[in-house]
């Protein structure tokens, strides 16, 4: 079984999901965008759309994101499972009828607000858990998909629709290399007057919560859909 990656930038990788990932017996390829032939996406038994310092409403600029929306809609009317996270879950909210539009930054460690429909979701796990926000848009859902999280700045934060998984936060992310993120997102974080010091002592305090939290959560999701691939 193969799990494609659809990644944006090097950094936002599939972080402590990954180990899980292969455990539950997926090879686990990387697809760059803008670089990589995409098509493989379509097929594979497991997709992940990750994150990037791109937006939804860029695809003018950046042609390759149309591309991907079409692949995240493809796999969810097959009923694939895939998961989408923050760019991700843009692109599957924008490719299935919802729509993104700028809102409130959020940049930093916090909770997020489960609906009770997450209630018996993987997403339990992340009840009182710190998860790493790091996005400037909002999305509003499809006509057709349940919200499940969301944060008092962000309405929508997570929401499932068909097979697919939409988490516009990064319980994937990987506290102990935040470094990477600090330097490849320097720009925005001088431009929002976060001093990335402050960032990397708060990643240092969430880190172990985050990381138990994140891994359980994808663990209930993968063992979801074993013995149901489509």
Not at 77 to 89: D, I, K, Q, S
Not at 176 to 197: D, V
Request: proline share 7%.
């Amino acid at each position: 079984m193969r799990c494609v990656a659809i990644r944006h930038v090097a950094f936002e990788d599939l972080g402590i999901w990954e180990a899980e990932i292969t455990a539950h017996g997926y090879e686990i390829v990387y697809l760059d965008a803008g670089v990589d032939d995409l098509a493989p996406f379509a097929a594979a038994e497991l997709g992940i759309v990750l994150g990037g310092p791109v937006g939804a409403g860029d695809v003018a600029d950046y042609p390759v994101l149309a591309e991907e929306a079409s692949l995240l809609a493809a796999r969810v009317e097959a009923g694939r499972p895939t998961l989408a996270v923050c760019l991700g879950a843009q692109l599957l909210a924008h490719a299935l009828g919802g729509s993104v539009a700028p809102g409130e930054p959020e940049v930093g460690w916090g909770s997020v607000d489960l609906a009770p429909a997450a209630a018996d979701t993987p997403l339990r796990h992340l009840a009182g858990a710190p998860v790493l926000h790091w996005h400037g848009d909002a999305i509003v859902p499809p006509p057709a998909a349940t919200v499940l999280a969301s944060t008092p700045a962000t309405p929508c934060q997570a929401f499932a629709i068909g097979s697919a998984l939409a988490l516009q936060f990064h319980p994937e992310v990987d506290a102990e290399r935040i470094e990477r993120w600090l330097i490849g997102h320097t720009g925005e974080l001088r431009g929002m007057g976060i001093a990335p010091g402050d960032l990397r002592a708060a990643s240092r305090a969430a880190g172990d919560d985050a990381a138990v939290a994140g891994i359980l959560m994808v663990r209930e999701w993968l063992r979801g859909w074993e013995g149901s691939w489509a």
